[in-house]
């Protein structure tokens, strides 16, 4: 099956990286903050790199970006009405929306979920002022929305021969929302008094408009993941994938091309950086916006660079073999992020193990003032507890996983006739993987 396999490894590595870096966070982070700059050089160096990834919240933006619009770019270049297409995509983005409002409620691994397996009862277990954070999901989701409508919009009449048009207008509006973000952000600080976007987080509500006025706002420019400034890695990401659809792509050009625009970023970052900014990095779970574009460009190159090797290079076949875990990661990546709660199975696990040989390490509670070693090895036990449950999982074809009800939601509303056995078509994804670029002169 021909799929852009670069899409959906980083997706599983990316994947794999958050529950790996969650668990983490969970049990140490409080611990090992406090005590960084006192650690040896071979603990601070992964140290460091573990917390600039988790700086990469955009990087499942650039992926779910290029991958959609790939797809709406490529169907209609197929004939496919962008009409059909679009009113899918305005679906299933809604959808999306929806099961990420039911993931912070309900599914929330710091909450939700998590609370029911450590016996918890009452009405704290739900805790709906969590929809007072912006998260990954619904940021996606609006993405996706938005991107499509504009990217229908840029398609229609003779315009869609013209795909450098859309390229051109998605990377202006990169550029414009890193631009008016700290503006934007300002100026409804101002309006509310406040000092802070973490004031969102604790605001009163006492009736539904003031719920969907926070979560507003949350979305907007809240904390954690909102949509100024991380629409920009959704448009960067749209442009990036009708790029790829182009027939006369060669590895020359789109290496070249990929360096160039992460490059691009790079300079503007550290320019913003020394000229207005002054470096100045801070602790906010999101990053002044010097470094976040500098963030970007490297993701760029890093993509540029498994585009390169897994798509483009003439053994990307014969590497893509060594990369199946990897991708059913990958295409189970909503079913992971949703289930993260299941982190409390190993957590459990090594608590038990520890109560009956050990020290009577509580490795359950998300306190964060586990040493660094307890809180490596439970990010270990939880990133291996998800290598093993992926790959049982994937005997059974993902079967009732949330990508595997999505997909065949996907399918009956597209009028596509649904492979009941593997719906997800799994098996042929991970087993028979084809490359989508021709091999041309380079």
Excluded: C
């Amino acid at each position: 099956m021909k799929r852009i396999q670069t899409l959906d490894i980083l997706r599983g590595v990316a994947m794999l990286g958050l529950v790996f870096m969650h668990a983490f966070e969970k049990v140490g982070h409080n611990s090992v903050i406090a005590q960084i700059f006192t650690y040896p050089w071979y603990l601070f160096f992964p140290l460091g790199l573990l917390f600039y990834f988790a700086s990469w919240r955009g990087f499942f933006l650039i992926i779910s970006g290029a991958g959609n619009a790939y797809g709406f770019q490529k169907a209609v270049e197929n004939g496919k009405s962008p009409h059909i297409l679009l009113l899918r995509r305005l679906l299933w983005s809604t959808v999306l929306f929806f099961h990420g409002i039911f993931i912070q409620v309900f599914w929330n691994p710091y909450g939700g979920l998590y609370n029911v397996f450590q016996g918890v009862t009452g009405p704290g277990i739900w805790n709906l002022s969590f929809l007072q954070w912006s998260d990954a999901v619904e940021t996606i989701a609006i993405g996706i929305f938005i991107s499509s409508i504009i990217h229908y919009i840029l398609i229609l009449g003779k315009i869609r021969n013209k795909p450098w048009i859309p390229i051109i207008v998605f990377g202006v509006l990169t550029i414009l929302i890193f631009t008016l973000t700290p503006y934007l952000t300002q100026t409804v600080l101002q309006k509310f008094g406040w000092t802070s976007i973490k004031q969102i987080q604790y605001q009163t509500v006492n009736n539904f408009a003031d719920r969907l006025r926070w979560l507003s706002l949350a979305l907007l420019i809240g904390e954690q993941q909102p949509l100024f400034p991380y629409l920009a890695s959704s448009f960067l990401g749209s442009g990036i994938g009708i790029a790829l659809t182009d027939r006369n792509i060669t590895k020359k050009r789109a290496v070249m091309t990929g360096f160039v625009l992460g490059g691009f970023f790079i300079v503007f970052g550290v320019l913003l950086g020394g000229l207005l900014e002054n470096f100045v990095v801070g602790i906010s779970i999101i990053p002044n916006r010097w470094f976040l574009i500098l963030g970007t460009g490297i993701q760029v190159w890093v993509l540029t660079v498994f585009l390169w090797i897994f798509d483009f290079s003439k053994k990307a076949k014969h590497l893509t073999n060594y990369t199946k875990t990897i991708r059913k990661a990958g295409i189970l990546s909503l079913t992971i992020f949703t289930l993260q709660s299941f982190d409390f199975f190993p957590r459990w696990l090594l608590t038990k193990i520890s109560a009956d040989w050990g020290g009577g390490v509580d490795y359950i509670t998300n306190s964060g003032w586990l040493e660094i070693g307890n809180a490596f090895l439970t990010a270990f036990a939880v990133l291996i507890f998800w290598i093993i449950f992926i790959n049982h999982w994937g005997l059974v074809n993902f079967t009732l996983s949330f990508d595997w009800l999505f997909e065949i939601f996907r399918r009956g509303t597209s009028g596509e006739k649904i492979n009941w056995k593997d719906p997800m078509r799994s098996r042929e994804i991970i087993h028979n993987a084809e490359i989508v670029f021709d091999r041309k002169p380079t």
